[in-house]
Every structure is written in structure tokens, then in C-alpha cells.
């Protein structure tokens, strides 16, 4: 089953959807000014997300990741 989550970079306001597999979390960094998702992708690329620190239910969105 694939598991999706949507994803709005803090910094350019892009929204972008992920989907595992092929993406799988490695982590969520909090920070005074945010939090940093850090995704993996299957062929190894990483992905470094900035989101907004008012960003509700962010671990509840990776739960099942």
C-alpha cells in the first residue's frame, strides 16, 4: 500500500507530495524557527524539507512511515 503526505517548504512555498515507496523518512529535526523533514529516496537521493514551525500534526502525518 502506497502511503502519501504533502509536504510545503517553508522557505519557496512549494507544496510537493511524497509517496512511500519509494520515499521513506529518515528523520524530523525541530528547530526554534521550524522543522526539517529529511526524506530518502529508493536510488538514495535526499530530500531536505523546511517546514513552518505552526506545521500541525507533523508526526502524526509520518506515523505509519
Known amino acids: 500500500m502506497t502511503k502519501r503526505v504533502a509536504l ?3 522557505l519557496s512555498g ?3 507530495i511524497f509517496a512511500q515507496p519509494p520515499w521513506r ?4 529535526r525541530h528547530f526554534q524557527n521550524g522543522d526539517l523533514v529529511k526524506l530518502v529516496h529508493d536510488d538514495g537521493t535526499v530530500r ?3 517546514v513552518r514551525p505552526c506545521t ?3 508526526f ?3 506515523r505509519d512511515w
Open 56 to 58: 500541525s500534526g507533523l
Open 14 to 16: 512549494v507544496t510537493e
Open 25 to 28: 523518512l529518515d528523520g524530523i
Open 60 to 62: 502524526e502525518r509520518f
Open 48 to 50: 531536505l524539507v523546511p
Open 8 to 10: 510545503t517548504d517553508a
